[in-house]
DNA sequence: TTTTTTAGTTGTAAAATACAACCAATGCAT
DNA sequence: ATGCATTGGTTGTATTTTACAACTAAAAAA
């Protein structure tokens, strides 16, 4: 019982670790496409969902990192004229950011070479499996961000 | 059919986001426990995994990083007395890490810390459904290393 | 009215990561 | 045996992501 357990938690660890591979080739610091890193199409991806705007602090809780973070990761889209920043009409602290022309061509561009990589790894699941896979990675997720949010004195 | 597969690209893509985000806490940045980060703990794991010793190159291939990286990542354990570096004997060129055996030490004691992190990830899950999601994600996983592996000229 | 919380920026700093360049050892083709 | 290509790994250089602390000002709560 205990040793089926044991060998559970490798295999999940192993999880872990297969995932945080292959998921790097999105990570990837160096430029990802049209000038942009995965991360910043990110943004103006969620943006883009959002009907073109969406405040700072919606993107930071969609990023799931710091404010800090958010601020430094939408500099550059706002420098090279993808995003512009846009007052709060109802908090004069906040910060709106708004996708421009511009932003929806790079969007547009970078979204049809992503698909082509999904599209990719859509055919390498076979048709039958691929509703269980999608269920079951969200799931995985859904344990992975449970356990995030626990209290923890360590990790 | 051409709607359907549109959205699927996206669930996809929302899969992608959705790990990262979740997985990010593992990748960061700050000092993640026993004063060593999680991509050491990978590290110390993998060499744990070959019976206490491992070469450069295959532990630069487990990882999927570039060579460069993995001396970096390899180096603060080096320096810490957690590893140590072994020529090899088939192979001038080559060097060998060797877990020291305070590596093994800081390597069972992280394992501990990172267990109960799994098995809240675990008890997440249903138990009918836990051998469908390690399938399904192993699977996920192979379809992405699947695409990484393909030429392209672009992302 | 006062205190607490929130929104976001900036300073500072660390870790991961890549590419180019390099040197030397090994493997391969002739 | 020789010459060329490939491999193993390091170092220089540089970028991106990321966080924490500190800060200011606005909004919310007491």
């Given at each position: 019982m205990e040793e089926g357990y044991h060998q559970e938690d490798r295999t999940v660890f192993d999880l872990i670790k297969g995932l945080i591979k292959s998921l790097r080739l999105f990570q990837?610091?160096?430029?990802?496409c049209e000038n942009i890193t995965f991360v910043q199409f990110c943004i103006l991806d969620y943006i883009s969902s959002a009907e073109g705007q969406l405040g700072m602090s919606s993107l930071h809780s969609l990023l799931g990192v710091e404010k800090s973070t958010t601020t430094r990761l939408a500099a550059p889209l706002i420098k090279q004229n993808l995003l512009m920043r846009v007052a709060s009409s109802k908090d004069s602290r906040a910060v709106e950011l708004k996708m421009t022309r511009e932003g929806e061509k790079v969007h547009n561009a970078v979204w049809a070479c992503m698909k082509r990589f999904i599209e990719d790894c859509r055919q390498s699941i076979p048709d039958t499996d691929r509703k269980d896979v999608i269920s079951s990675v969200n799931m995985f997720i859904h344990s992975l961000e449970n356990c995030c949010r626990r209290d923890r004195n360590c990790c």
């Open positions: 990837n610091e160096s430029v990802f």
